[in-house]
């Protein structure tokens, strides 16, 4: 049965922390210190992962459902969600770089350069 957010609000931290479950694999994960992060425990050849898809109320439980569908249809397809995540970060952080690149070496930058000069 899927979480509600009367029953994610009124979820309260204890000493340890602990899981609601909102179903088929997600659930909400209760920090000690109070924060409440979306969970997806999955198995990918034969090892148990962990994909976290961001913080209780920044991601809502409709959010979270979504994103943990796609989740699980790029499982499905036999790609690993973390790894795929993972890559797209790095590429995104490398056209980061190139841009940055770019910029240093602009021709009006080259050609204060060589005026100050």
């Excluded at 994909?51 to 959010?63: C, R, S, V």
Aim: hydrophobic share 40%; glycine share 8%; proline share 4%.
């Amino acid at each position: 049965m899927a979480l509600t957010i009367e029953e994610i609000e009124n979820a309260k931290p204890k000493d340890k922390k602990y899981k609601l479950a909102d179903g088929g694999g997600l659930c909400l994960l209760i920090q000690p210190w109070g924060g409440k992060f979306w969970l997806w425990r999955y198995r990918f050849d034969g090892t148990e992962k962990n994909m976290t898809f961001g913080e209780y109320p920044l991601i809502g439980p409709k959010d979270a459902r979504e994103l943990h569908f796609a989740a699980k249809k790029l499982l499905a397809s036999g790609i690993n969600p973390m790894a795929e995540r993972k890559a797209e970060a790095e590429a995104k952080q490398q056209e980061v770089k190139v841009l940055q690149r770019e910029a240093d070496n602009s021709f009006e930058k080259v050609a204060r350069k060589w005026w100050a000069w």
